[in-house]
């Protein structure tokens, strides 16, 4: 398991450990969530889930890579 340091705003941190302690649940697993909710993911599951979506939507892989990158294009400028 990797190990991080941060810093965090004052008012930020003490929230932070203030839901932990009202949710009985670690300042690690609140982080942990909260970057899978963002969407970030380790390699394996990143690549489960586009295979998942692409046999959903029933796209060959050529036009799943390029709706991809056309979809991450305009979510990083939008």
Do not use: C, F, W, Y
Request: no cysteine.
């Amino acid at each position: 398991m990797g190990r991080l340091t941060i810093r965090l705003d004052d008012d930020l941190h003490r929230a932070l450990k203030e839901t932990a302690v009202r949710q009985r649940r670690s300042i690690g697993s609140i982080i942990d969530e909260s970057l899978r909710l963002r969407g970030i993911r380790d390699q394996a599951s990143a690549r489960s889930l586009v295979a998942a979506a692409r046999n959903h939507a029933r796209l060959d892989p050529a036009d799943a890579q390029k709706l991809a990158v056309e979809e991450t294009r305009a979510a990083r400028e939008g």
